[in-house]
């Protein structure tokens, strides 16, 4: 298997409303192709030296490596955490069709409009080159 640039993203965020906040600047800045929010997590950790919790939103944020500390730097801006949890684990095998997608998306000159990936016209998402 070849390597790859592509990645999902791990981001916790303090609530629905930032993780939605924090996702839809990735994906309309093109340094996402899509972000699954997972609304309701519970997280334990260490903090301060105490053991703490936290209810919390994980983003799951399909990319690019290569944009990876474009989005750290995006996200720290944005984030309400001292220190915000994003990390990266590599793709290393999917759907040929939807990488190509996910290629493409991060890209600019994507829209919902123009050839899509397949040739198939019933796949919701169109891309221009």
Not at 21 to 45: H, M, Q, T, Y
Request: net charge neutral; glycine share 6%; proline share 3%.
């Amino acid at each position: 298997m070849k390597g790859t640039d592509r990645i999902i993203v791990l981001i916790t965020a303090g609530s629905e409303e930032e993780a939605h906040k924090i996702a839809e600047s990735l994906v309309n800045g093109k340094k996402a192709a899509c972000v699954n929010i997972v609304p309701r997590v519970d997280s334990l950790f260490r903090w301060e030296g105490k053991l703490d919790s936290a209810r919390e939103s994980l983003l799951l944020v399909k990319t690019k490596a290569s944009l990876f500390s474009e989005i750290v730097e995006m996200v720290k801006r944005m984030h309400s955490y001292e220190v915000p949890e994003i990390i990266a684990l590599p793709i290393i095998a999917g759907n040929e069709d939807y990488l190509k997608w996910l290629d493409i998306a991060c890209r600019q000159g994507f829209t919902r409009a123009g050839d899509d990936v397949g040739g198939d016209k019933t796949r919701p998402y169109k891309l221009t080159y």
